[in-house]
């Protein structure tokens, strides 16, 4: 709720902004550190290639929430910002962002960009914020892990059962080897990474236009259940409990866990920087089959009041293309156009064309109160699944988060 409140500033201030003021060649876009990986190289290679020039600051990721929302409401936002897809809602909601629908439905491929940035691009019917890079969650195993335990190191799980029958073949290795990994203390992680189970289930988590919770169903106790056992038996490490996050990655690259579900930037990392672990990329199941994923990254956003659509425009159709989607799948990025991201990432390791498969699956909760239902560490969701996984209580925890979720949804109008 405090997000709604800094960004509700932002209206008041962009409205008295004269938009001609702002014509210019040289325009200027916030992207967070997360991105940092591509995105310097993408505006080089825009910027070498057109009239128009971009200049390009990077921001610590856990300050571009607060440091946009304050410079807007103040009237020194940049022109362009690269912001994290499930923020868009709330600067919609202020008025801080431009109306892109016109500059998105104007696009010959419009169909064919990343649904899970656009659903949360999308605001009361208009389109306030495009795909710009993009994450999606999956599968990992450990091959050989897996052909140590007596498994096929080539046959992926398919459903839970498969999961935690490999889970406990891959534990009984002994030693410091766990079957199952997962940041337990994660609020954005497990969105990451169990939000897919209950969705691969037919379950889901925010219905009616993002207005009500619908964490108290049977898809949910399901998929609790399944981390519970997993946990009791001993699958997962005991570190697991307070991870909150920091460890999210980590784990699977020590080799010595046997699956863990995590984004497709571990690909990269892992074929980069840990050579020697062997590993297998899949969806992410339901209980009985099924898959789905969370998609994650960035959305290009343009702020009010000034006279940017047609750069906007400029911008995203380099990026859409080709040679930008290569650029961006090369150094780090899925690609956010389905119909050129086989081509795009034709040239990297093959496991990324799961990963691309898996963000044309990609869902992600669209909500002004995301980060207030979800992220937050003293919010609903973290504090439900931090409780659920490793305490007793699992049906008073699941319905006062619901209780909590629903209360700060009906808030938000």
Same mark, same amino acid.
């Given at each position: #709720?405090?997000?709604?409140?800094?960004?509700?500033?932002?209206?008041?201030?962009?409205?008295?902004?004269?938009?001609?003021?702002?014509?210019?060649?040289?325009?200027?876009?916030? &992207?967070?550190?997360?991105?940092?990986?591509?995105?310097?190289?993408?505006?080089?290679?825009?910027?070498?290639?057109?009239?128009?020039?971009?200049?390009?600051?990077?921001?610590?990721?856990?300050?571009?929430?607060?440091?946009? *929302?304050?410079? *807007?409401?103040?009237?020194?936002? !940049?022109?362009? %910002?690269?912001?994290?897809?499930? @923020?868009?809602?709330?600067?919609?909601?202020?008025?801080?962002?431009?109306?892109?629908?016109?500059?998105?439905?104007?696009?010959?491929?419009?169909?064919?960009?990343?649904? =899970?940035?656009?659903?949360?691009?999308?605001?009361?019917?208009?389109?306030?914020?495009?795909?710009?890079?993009?994450?999606?969650?999956?599968?990992?195993? /450990?091959?050989?892990?897996?052909?140590?335990?007596?498994?096929?190191?080539? $046959?992926?799980?398919?459903?839970?059962?498969?999961?935690?029958?490999?889970?406990?073949?891959?534990?009984?290795?002994?030693?410091?080897?766990? +079957?199952?990994?997962?940041?337990?203390?994660?609020?954005?992680?497990?969105?990451?990474?169990?939000?897919?189970?209950?969705? =691969?289930?037919?379950?889901?988590?925010?219905?009616?236009? +993002?207005?009500?919770?619908?964490?108290?169903?049977?898809?949910? @106790?399901?998929?609790?259940?399944?981390?519970?056992?997993?946990?009791?038996?001993?699958?997962?490490?005991?570190?697991?409990?307070?991870?909150?996050?920091?460890?999210?990655?980590?784990?699977?690259?020590?080799? $010595?866990?046997?699956?863990?579900?995590?984004?497709?930037?571990?690909?990269?990392?892992?074929? $980069?920087?840990?050579?020697?672990?062997?590993?297998?990329?899949?969806?992410?199941?339901?209980?009985?089959?099924?898959?789905? &994923?969370?998609?994650? +990254?960035?959305?290009?956003?343009v702020t009010a009041g000034r006279d940017n659509a047609p750069a906007a425009k400029e911008f995203l159709e380099f990026v859409y293309s080709l040679e930008g989607q290569t650029l961006l799948a090369k150094l780090g990025s899925l690609p956010t156009r389905d119909d050129v991201a086989a081509e795009a990432v034709k040239s990297l390791d093959q496991r @990324?064309?799961?990963?691309?498969?898996?963000?044309?699956?990609?869902?992600?909760?669209?909500? !002004?109160?995301?980060?207030?239902?979800? /992220?937050?560490?003293?919010?609903?969701?973290?504090? #439900?699944?931090?409780?659920?996984?490793?305490?007793?209580? %699992?049906?008073?925890? %699941?319905?006062?988060?619901?209780?909590? #979720?629903?209360?700060?949804?009906?808030?938000?109008?």
């Amino acid at each position: #709720m405090k997000l709604l409140k800094i960004v509700a500033l932002a209206a008041t201030a962009l409205g008295a902004l004269s938009t001609s003021a702002f014509s210019q060649e040289k325009l200027t876009m916030w &992207s967070r550190s997360s991105s940092e990986a591509f995105m310097p190289a993408l505006i080089d290679a825009f910027n070498a290639s057109h009239k128009t020039q971009i200049e390009l600051q990077i921001v610590p990721s856990a300050e571009m929430v607060q440091k946009y *929302a304050t410079a *807007a409401a103040g009237g020194s936002a !940049p022109d362009f %910002v690269s912001l994290d897809l499930v @923020y868009g809602p709330a600067f919609a909601k202020s008025g801080t962002l431009e109306d892109l629908t016109d500059v998105a439905k104007s696009l010959p491929y419009f169909e064919h960009l990343s649904k =899970a940035h656009i659903g949360t691009g999308t605001f009361e019917g208009r389109i306030y914020a495009m795909p710009m890079s993009a994450d999606a969650s999956v599968l990992l195993w /450990n091959k050989k892990l897996f052909k140590q335990a007596g498994l096929d190191p080539e $046959k992926a799980p398919t459903n839970w059962a498969e999961i935690e029958e490999a889970a406990g073949k891959v534990n009984a290795l002994g030693g410091d080897i766990r +079957g199952f990994y997962f940041s337990g203390a994660c609020g954005g992680c497990n969105a990451f990474t169990f939000m897919p189970l209950i969705w =691969a289930s037919g379950g889901d988590i925010l219905v009616d236009g +993002g207005k009500r919770a619908t964490l108290d169903s049977p898809q949910m @106790y399901d998929a609790i259940n399944f981390y519970r056992d997993m946990v009791a038996k001993g699958y997962v490490p005991e570190s697991a409990k307070t991870d909150s996050g920091k460890n999210f990655f980590g784990g699977f690259a020590t080799d $010595k866990i046997g699956l863990s579900p995590i984004g497709a930037f571990a690909i990269g990392n892992l074929v $980069k920087n840990y050579p020697t672990v062997d590993f297998g990329v899949t969806f992410i199941p339901g209980k009985t089959g099924g898959k789905a &994923s969370f998609g994650g +990254g960035d959305n290009f956003v343009v702020t009010a009041g000034r006279d940017n659509a047609p750069a906007a425009k400029e911008f995203l159709e380099f990026v859409y293309s080709l040679e930008g989607q290569t650029l961006l799948a090369k150094l780090g990025s899925l690609p956010t156009r389905d119909d050129v991201a086989a081509e795009a990432v034709k040239s990297l390791d093959q496991r @990324y064309q799961v990963a691309t498969e898996a963000l044309k699956l990609g869902r992600t909760p669209s909500s !002004p109160v995301y980060n207030d239902i979800i /992220n937050s560490s003293t919010g609903p969701w973290k504090q #439900m699944l931090n409780e659920v996984f490793f305490d007793d209580d %699992v049906k008073g925890s %699941v319905t006062k988060a619901q209780t909590a #979720m629903q209360s700060i949804l009906d808030d938000t109008d």
